[in-house]
């Protein structure tokens, strides 16, 4: 007997660092054929090279250590992960709107790929809550029960992944901001439990948007059946208590008995197997009542096709009666779906790994994996799959049962085809009661409440976007939620640059401090704040210094709104001088030729030259049109 442990990995805690290509030299009167033939053969010798091997296929680090013992956890990570994913799979698929066998169809592939290609041990991929729902929204197909559309968004959301790993474009999830992530899984975690209350229920015709979805479930309330309501109650309280002593027996406690260790062994695994197990015996109460004649209490499954799928391409093309759907109208149907998805997967998928990497001290590295959710998508959904990512709760049971490295997928995925193969007629009789309370127990631990308060404590303008795309993804949708939440984080984050901070004050002469580079959202407000600090009276301006020691960076609207500055300055009798800048933006200003462009090496210089040296009348300021230096000669950088 194993009891769970924290795992050590056998994955390597540090990327393997390819050498650098050799240095190409190119010499004048080389053809364009010649070069071209250098550069490709350079290329190749890179990507052909060991270390390139290794990061772009992880199992070539960690295969070479494998031994009996890691074997050992990952068997028994992997059959345990299997009977979670068994019925997640099959509830999953009611959310995507499919038939219940699609959500196994796509329980397995993503196992197998990610065994060869990830770069977490702890992380396992297949049908998630997110991506069902997301299926349902952007995938659903007018033809009945039919998959073409989720299994095409599959293809293109593996296409769209794989291409931004090997542009490595990871990045990009650096732009979706943690509260924005938090509140959006919140939010679907609430919208699909809420969905599944019609299950617990045995309500019908409820509608998928979440404010119609509460209206109609309690208007629908008096038609309840009692039997479904028993049932699903049954299995939630069931489900709690199970999972109250999957965490309880994981908790590090020092004992010497082997009969103890024995008796935390089986709690632990009756506590990550608790979906199994109540599915298992509520089809076994719906069986024995059905022998009794009892055949209408209890709304069931059904029949479930049997078998495995065939290995096929997508079919770009669905039969609704007479009119066949073509790839156009597919494509056209799916809408934003095509880089919502990919996208939405990549944040489900970096945000867990990171978490779990974190815990169990490894890395990982988001443009591979990128490159492994992208071919286990395109892979899968030659299985008949809809689009798959990593699961947070079924990586969880996954860490938890002492998995060492991403071999326990392979097991994982062999268990399901083994239900595929031979079990599926069991499933006629599980309950849609049981598998609404599995989706229920699964999501609930999702919504995060407690995140409100350390942003309030942290940073309160974080609490913005959180509030933006939570109250949005349950008002407009969850797909729209993410997209207005990622927009309200843009603007907060381009609202420094728009407007940044600029202090006034007085040393004889008005001074103002410009706290970043200006760019060019920034020029209105730059050009207003200075004219109104020098503004005395009417129209009437007095010369200003402007600090620009923090201005590291400026852009062609910038400089023209400096030029427009100096010349309104000059128009009204009045002098500007731009103290303290760097090199960088001093040569960048000089190259413009800019007429009466008055620069200082600092502040106190640059108002003692407007002190000093200006008349009423301006004095001697030298030819009209030319730079003009207030500081000694020696000032660094000046070029006249």
Known sequence: MMEPEESQPLLSHRRTHSSPPPRITIHAGMGVAKVVKMVAKNYCKKCCSVENLKERVPITNWLPKYNLHTLQCDLVAGLTVALTVIPQGLAYAKI?????????????????????????????????????????????????????????????????????????????????????????????????????VKGIFGLTDIPRDFPHMVYETFRKLPETKVWDMTMGLICLILLFLLKVSFVSSTKEIVETLLCV?????????????????????????????????????????????????????????????????????????????????????????????????????????????????????????????????GSFSRTAVNSQSGVKTPASGIVTGAVVLIALQFLTPLFFYIPKAALSAV????????????????????????????????????????EYGILIGVGVDLLLLLYPIARPKIDVSELGVVVLKVDQGVRFPAVDFLQNTVTEAATIQGDKLRSVVVDCTY???????????????????????????????????????????IPDFLVSSTVEEGCKFLQDELSPEFGDLGKSGETTVVVPPDYSGIRL
């Open 96 to 196: 995507a709107r499919l038939p219940t066998q699609y959500g196994l169809y796509s329980a397995f592939m993503g196992c197998f790929v990610y065994c060869f290609l990830g770069t977490a041990k702890d992380i396992t991929l297949g049908p998630t809550a997110i991506m069902s729902l997301m299926t349902a929204a952007f995938a659903y197909s007018p033809v009945e029960n039919d998959p073409t559309y989720a299994i095409v968004l599959c293809l293109l959301c593996g296409c769209v992944q794989f291409l931004m790993g090997v542009l490595n474009l990871g990045i990009l999830v650096n732009f979706i901001s943690y509260p924005v992530i938090n509140a959006f899984t919140s939010a679907a975690a609430i919208t699909i439990g809420f969905g599944q």
């Open 439 to 478: 989706i229920i127990s699964a999501v609930i631990q999702m919504v995060d409440y407690k995140i409100v308060k350390k942003l309030w404590k942290a940073n309160k303008i974080d609490l913005i976007p959180l509030f933006v795309t939570f109250v949005s993804s349950l008002g407009v949708g969850i």
């Open 551 to 593: 201005v590291t960076a400026t852009d062609y609207s910038s400089v023209q709104g400096i030029i427009e500055l100096i010349a309104e300055f000059k128009r009204k009798d009045a002098r500007i001088v731009f103290a303290c800048l760097g090199t960088k933006v001093l040569d960048t200003l000089q190259d413009r030729d």
């Open 261 to 389: 260790k024995v008796c935390r062994y089986i709690v632990w695994l009756t506590g990550t197997a608790a979906n199994a197990i109540i599915v298992i015996t509520a089809a076994g109460v719906v069986a024995i009542l059905r022998s009794q004649d009892i055949n209408d209490a209890i709304s069931i499954t059904g029949d479930i096709k049997a078998g495995l799928p065939p290995f096929r391409a997508p079919s770009f093309s669905v039969q609704n009666g007479n009119d066949t759907i073509s790839a156009g109208t597919i494509f056209s149907g799916i809408g934003a779906g095509i880089g919502i998805v990919p996208l939405l997967g990549l944040v489900e998928l970096i945000a867990i790994g990171k978490a779990f990497a974190r815990q169990n001290n490894y890395k990982i590295f988001p443009n591979q994996e990128l490159i492994a959710i992208g071919i286990a998508n395109i892979l899968s959904s030659f299985m008949s799959s809809y689009p798959v990512t």
